[in-house]
């Protein structure tokens, strides 16, 4: 089974240090570890007041943003296998919505066998009418690459661009289809949002998939 992965940076770190155990026996283990969380904590507190992200920031969002678009082809495949149970595929729609900045992103139709109109949204990609012929679809996406670094587009945002390359096999019962090999490329947006840390909620700098659109050549 495919992992399914979902790395918001900040909060990985946060959650992290959140879930070691404190050995008993070992009680200034214990106070340095809370040591350690007060720190990062201060230190997630003091980037979340923050209007600017640091270069060192920018490159860890960049590749986190890199890692998000890996997950959405394994949830994408996941969405659309009709093996798949019912609900297991509905908690697969959830988190790919987590990973874009907007649910009403237009993307090109990754499923071959279904008719558009003009490129779908991603709501219309999540769309369980859009049924194919397909029982298996599998998601190829990678060198995936930056195009255009995260720069400060105004608003407590950061905006850039990755680029990749992604092809779509699919299975029925007869035979199987394996789409051409199309670069593509993404906006991807560093951004803050509100998250809950414990009994705390800080507005957090957190990224996110734009819209997707396949590379004209030169």
Sequence with gaps: MRKWILIFLTPAVYLFLCSKSCDSGHMEDATLQKKNLN?????????????????????AYEASAKQKLADFADLLSIYYDQNIDSNMKKQ????IIKLFSSEDITTPPFIPGVKWRGN????????NENTHKYYSTKIQI???AVKDPLRYSGESQYKGILTFSTRVISYSSNDSQLTERIKMETVIFAKKVNKTFGDES????????????PVVPD
């Design 39 to 59: 720190k990062t904590r201060d230190l997630i507190k003091t980037e979340a007041e923050s209007e600017t992200l640091s270069d060192q920031s920018l490159r």
């Design 202 to 213: 800080l507005r957090v700098w957190g990224v996110f998939l734009g819209s997707i659109k």
């Design 142 to 144: 990678d060198s995936i």
């Design 120 to 127: 779908p949204t991603l709501t219309d990609l999540l769309n």
């Design 92 to 95: 697969a729609g959830n988190m």
